[in-house]
C-alpha cells in the first residue's frame, strides 16, 4: 500500500523560510522521479521543482530558482523542499508526487501560508 506522510509547512512570515518533507513507503523510492507541486486557490497545480531518482538532475519553476532546493534520501524514503525567502505568492497547497513510466503517486498535501 503506498503511503506518504507530509509535513513542515505552515505560517510563515515574508522572507522566512521552510523545510517539507514526504516519507513514502509502499514501493521502491529509489527507482521514483520525485516531484513537489503546488496548487494556490483558484489556480490551476504547478510544477515546482523535481528530482531524479539517484539525484543527478534537478529542475525548477523560474518563481522559485534559486530560493527552494529539493533533495532526497533514498535510504529513508524520503524527499524535502528547503524553500527560503518565501514570498506571499508561494502560498498553496504543496504536494509530492511519484512518478516512474506510467505509475503517479500524489501526497496528501501540506499547507503553507506566506503572511505578515
Known amino acids: 500500500q503506498v503511503q506518504f506522510v507530509e509535513s513542515g509547512g505552515g505560517l510563515v512570515q515574508p522572507g522566512g523560510s521552510l523545510r517539507l518533507s514526504c516519507a513514502a513507503s509502499?514501493?521502491?523510492?529509489?527507482?521514483?522521479?520525485m516531484t513537489w507541486y503546488r496548487q494556490a486557490p483558484g489556480k490551476e497545480r504547478e510544477l515546482v521543482a523535481s528530482?531524479?531518482?539517484?539525484?543527478?538532475?534537478?529542475n525548477y519553476a523560474d518563481s522559485v530558482k534559486g530560493r527552494f532546493t529539493i533533495s532526497r534520501d533514498n535510504a529513508k524514503n524520503t524527499v524535502y523542499l528547503q524553500m527560503n525567502s518565501l514570498k506571499p505568492e508561494d502560498t498553496a497547497v504543496y504536494y509530492c508526487?511519484?512518478?516512474?513510466?506510467?505509475?503517479?503517486?500524489w501526497g496528501q498535501g501540506t499547507q503553507v501560508t506566506v503572511s505578515s
Open positions: 528530482i531524479s531518482n539517484y539525484g543527478g538532475s534537478r
Open positions: 509502499g514501493f521502491t523510492f529509489s527507482s521514483y522521479t
Open positions: 508526487n511519484a512518478r516512474y513510466y506510467t505509475n503517479h503517486y
